[in-house]
């Protein structure tokens, strides 16, 4: 299989993966009826979510006595609340998605043999990986729609409807509605996979750049290359801008979502509700993770980006050559996703940390329920 091919297939998986989020932007190229279908259709996936998010909402309050059914109702509820936030935030990043995708795709079209092998060996370290996470997203869905069959409950959540569903058709429709939610829940977590793919390809754009300083070799290839420098750069900003919002969301959901659900692990819960949570709070960490590891990649490429001109044969240039390239080797920013006052820097060191202050937070959680438990 051609390189460009399976670098084009890794894109389509990514669409193919975010499809029920409504996210991925149409081309610009799109007709107005395309564009109009494309609205209608996010609007609706909107309505189908927030008709599942009241009823959760008030399961909260009726189970607020009852910390196993109301742990559970709260994370279904942050799942269903997340793909609100996120649709709306995806929303008003349309734009600036749908220029970061083209640009994304022209450069794989158009890229010369060098460039297209940067691309597959990024393809070839990642996908399985991001491969293996969207059909576990996936899996874990079907997990908690079809574990209904196992268990006491007739369906897929524990919501609280103002009215009678334990008759049919309607007990059928109510099941039908939930479990394409939770379709809709599993598909917003490879949101993470859309971001991902994003900050991987700025990434190999850096890399690249480093290959061509590697090969300058007069003053006018430097120059290309210095002003390649700060187009690259410019658009892995726009990715930083573009997923921000989405890596914040998915920090703070996140966490909360792994406190609950080793709360319900632990707390007196059957042995397949246990599985089912501890599904969702493997999830929930590996989420922030796949955001994570894309981000500190970007970091530590984009600071040392420009010593790709160390590397070459300078030395062996004229004194006004090197004199550039001495003035290129000054130490330059690095792009880093962060988000003031909650994440300083999305690292695989902050990944660290946010573990720690979770398991932190869920054992004063714990502590706290079982005084609770024996002091009733």
């Known amino acids: 299989m051609p390189r460009s091919t399976r670098v084009e297939k890794a894109i389509a998986f990514t669409q193919f993966s975010v499809a029920l989020t409504c996210c991925w932007p149409l081309p610009s190229t799109a007709t107005k009826y395309e564009v109009l279908r494309f609205k209608i259709l996010r609007s609706v996936m909107l309505l189908n979510a927030f008709t599942l998010l009241v009823p959760l909402l008030y399961a909260i309050h009726v189970y607020r ?115 394409f939610v939770g379709m809709q829940c599993a598909a917003h977590m490879a949101i993470s996979i859309f971001c991902a793919l994003l900050l991987f390809f700025a990434s190999a754009r850096f890399e690249i750049l480093q290959l061509e300083l590697r090969a300058v070799k007069d003053l006018d290839s430097l120059t290309k290359c210095i002003k390649k420098y700060h187009r690259v750069k410019r658009y892995a900003t726009e990715v930083i801008c573009a997923v921000r919002s989405i890596a914040l969301i998915t920090v703070v959901i996140c966490g909360v979502a792994t406190v609950f659900s080793g709360i319900t692990i632990i707390g007196r819960q059957p042995f397949t509700v246990k599985i089912q949570f501890f599904s969702l709070a493997s999830i929930a960490l590996l989420k922030v993770f796949m955001c994570t590891w894309p981000a500190d990649h970007l970091m530590h490429i984009s600071e040392n980006a420009m010593q790709g001109v160390y590397e070459s044969e300078w030395y062996k240039q004229s004194l006004r050559i090197q004199k550039c390239i001495l003035f290129t080797l000054v130490p330059q920013a690095p792009v880093i996703l962060s988000v003031r006052f909650v994440i300083p820097t999305l690292s695989l060191n902050y990944y660290c940390s946010f573990i720690s202050n979770v398991f932190s937070l869920f054992t004063v959680l714990r502590v706290t329920m079982i005084r609770d438990e024996d002091d009733y």
């Open 65 to 179: 006595d009852d910390a196993g059914n109301m742990c559970r109702a709260v994370l279904l509820g942050l799942a269903v609340l997340q793909i609100l936030v996120q649709s709306c935030l995806c929303i008003t990043q349309y734009d600036r998605y749908q220029r970061l995708i083209e640009e994304m795709i022209f450069c794989c079209e158009t890229a010369s043999s060098y460039e297209a092998h940067v691309y597959q060996r990024y393809v070839d370290k990642y996908s399985v990986f991001y491969g293996i996470i969207a059909i576990w997203f996936y899996m874990t869905g079907f997990i908690v729609i079809l574990g209904t069959l196992f268990i006491s409950d007739p369906l897929p959540t524990n919501a609280e409807y103002p009215f009678v569903v334990n008759f049919e058709p309607v007990r059928s429709i109510v099941f039908v509605h939930q479990a």
